[in-house]
């Protein structure tokens, strides 16, 4: 398969939040028509779109009932390949999320499936079982909403589900779902999208007599039994095979996975798909879910970073990102509400530079924050109802709260703020979901107006790696990784490097050099400030140094 996504940048869409096209109050294919020229003009080579299927919305998006259609509060077919024509024309790929380790409840697929029945060809489209005398079938937990087992009354039998109650997981060991996912593939390659984001893939395939986890576990109690399953390889290899037929590409999603799981995934004689997300630079304010709260600590974070950019270097690829639909906004996270522009453009420095194809999350490029609404009944996503419902009940009312502000993916879903006018020029009607007061400060427009802002930025970053083979094949050192407040960070290819310094600091600090540069610093290619100080680092200053190295310099001033 090609590899051109090593060259590229994507921009990520949640659409019910981007813009609203038709003013019904709800993001849409339209508004999403209206801003490609806004998208291209960012730098970016494409665009991921979270579902844009129809769907029950009880996982908004992530629990589909029709896989080939498009969601009637986006629009129709007809609207989608308008925008992947527009797209394409101005030479943006268009990625499409594939959901398929479950489905909504209300998919035809699990409504014929409940009815059971020897002769029901969707009988064992999904993972049924009998419960152990009272008990369920194992112990399982579920990510969003308790137990994984949900009792069925039409059928008499539970059915498994990873996630929400509304999302029953597929049985993938039946070769008709893989025949359905493959289906499901054709249909929009058929149409002309580049390629697929794979929603939860590492989970597909589950350990046959889905043994007990260890009650001891939280949670996560059955991973050992569903994540990188035994028969994981053999399926994403047909996926593959669809693929192959395409010049597309796929990344997959991989919670929890490690190293060497992912070079499984994306590299040697399993190869099935192109590059992974990880997780693990998500964790450096909490343990294992934002809802378990720590101070942020940028050692932490530095060290998730550096352990797959050495991890993967020369062997595969990173895909990047520091935010998408499930996490908080990062600046209220990783940076500072008071040095905001500051501190969203030196998490931009961060990673931007690493090896691997970055992904850029709406809003993000204007450092959107998190929403604080005042009463959880005003949050919608499922993940932050449930910590709300099950844990510390005795805990005091502000704290509860504090930790779902702190946590809720809903912070990242806030519709875009794209000026100053009424809905943040979201849309026209009262939006679905409430904006961020903070709109009037923090939106498009104003930074389309500012040499300095978040906004050009981004641009000024992802133009610059597009044009620069160091950050394509660069090889990654970082320098210093005990300082607790800077990341100081190298790429190096053919005797030329970029080195990155990035302040978390609050204060001014003193540059640390790596004894190779001292003296030969090169230049400052890119700064977060206008005025790049010698020596000295102004709050949450990034800046990107290009340099030589001695030897191509003599020969430099030889001629
Ligand atoms: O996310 C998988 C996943 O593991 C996250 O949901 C994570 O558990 C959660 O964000 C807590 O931090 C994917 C999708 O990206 C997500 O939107 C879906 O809700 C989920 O799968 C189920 O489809
Ligand atoms: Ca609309």
Not at 480 to 485: E, M, Q, R
């Amino acid at each position: 398969m090609q590899d051109w996504y090593k060259n590229m940048s994507f921009y990520q869409i949640w659409i019910r939040s981007f813009a609203d096209g038709n003013d019904d109050g709800i993001g849409d294919l339209l508004g999403v028509y209206d801003k490609l020229t806004y998208i291209k003009s960012l730098g970016v080579d494409g665009i991921w779109f979270s579902p844009l299927y129809p769907s029950p919305n009880a996982d908004f998006g992530y629990d589909i009932s029709d896989y080939k259609n498009i969601h009637p509060d986006y629009g129709t077919l007809s609207d989608f390949k308008r925008v992947l024509n527009r797209a394409h024309e101005l030479g943006l790929k268009v990625i499409m999320d594939l959901v398929i380790n479950h489905t909504s409840d209300e998919h035809p697929w699990f409504i014929e499936s409940k009815k059971g029945g020897d002769d029901n060809p969707y009988k064992d489209y999904y993972i049924w079982r009998d419960g152990k005398g009272d008990k369920l079938p194992n112990n399982w937990e579920s990510f969003f909403e308790g137990k994984a087992w949900e009792w069925c009354e039409e059928r008499g039998q539970y059915y498994l589900h990873i996630f929400a109650k509304k999302q029953p997981d597929l049985n993938m060991d039946n070769p008709a779902v893989r025949e359905e996912i493959k289906s499901i593939m054709r249909f929009w390659l058929d149409m002309g999208v580049d390629g697929f984001r794979e929603d939860v893939i590492n989970f597909i395939s589950k350990v046959p007599g889905l043994p007990d986890g260890n009650p001891m576990l939280p949670v996560i109690n059955g991973m050992p039994y569903f994540k990188d399953g035994p028969h994981i390889h053999e399926y994403l290899a047909e996926f593959r095979k669809v693929c192959e037929e395409y010049d597309c590409f796929q990344l997959g999603e991989g919670p929890m996975s490690d190293l060497k799981s992912v070079l499984l995934y994306t590299s040697g004689e399993h190869k099935s798909l192109d590059m992974m997300f990880n997780f693990d630079h998500m964790q450096a304010d909490c343990f294992m879910t934002e809802y378990i709260q720590r101070p942020f600590s940028l050692r932490k974070l530095k060290r998730a970073f550096s352990k797959w950019q050495y991890g993967l270097y020369g062997k595969s690829w990173n895909a990047l990102y520091i935010e998408n639909h499930d996490h908080p906004r990062v600046v209220s996270r990783y940076g500072s509400e008071e040095f905001h522009r500051e501190s969203a453009t030196a998490l931009a420095a961060s990673y931007l530079f690493q090896q691997g194809t970055p992904f850029i999350y709406q809003g993000q490029e204007i450092g959107m924050t998190n929403i604080r609404l005042s009463s959880i009944d005003l949050y919608m996503d499922v993940s932050s109802k449930t910590n709300y419902s099950l844990y510390h009940l005795n805990d005091p009312e502000e704290l509860r709260l504090a930790r779902i502000h702190a946590s809720s993916r809903d912070s990242a879903r806030t519709p875009m703020q794209w000026d100053s006018s009424e809905n943040a020029g979201f849309s026209r009607h009262k939006p679905w979901f409430y904006v961020n007061d903070n709109y009037t400060r923090i939106n498009v427009a104003s930074q389309e107006k500012d040499k300095n802002s978040i906004l050009n930025f981004y641009r000024t970053c992802l133009n610059y790696r597009k044009r620069s083979r160091i950050c394509r094949y660069g090889k990654y050192r970082e320098f210093f990784a005990d300082d607790p407040k800077i990341y100081t960070y190298e790429r190096e290819y053919k005797g030329k490097s970029l080195l990155i310094i990035c302040s978390f600091s609050d204060k001014e600090e003193v540059v640390r050099l790596p004894k190779k540069y001292r003296g030969r610093l090169g230049h400052v290619a890119i700064c977060n400030y206008p005025d790049p100080e010698w020596g000295l680092l102004k709050p949450y200053e990034a800046r990107v140094y290009e340099t030589i190295s001695n030897s191509e310099r003599k020969n430099h001033e030889k001629n």
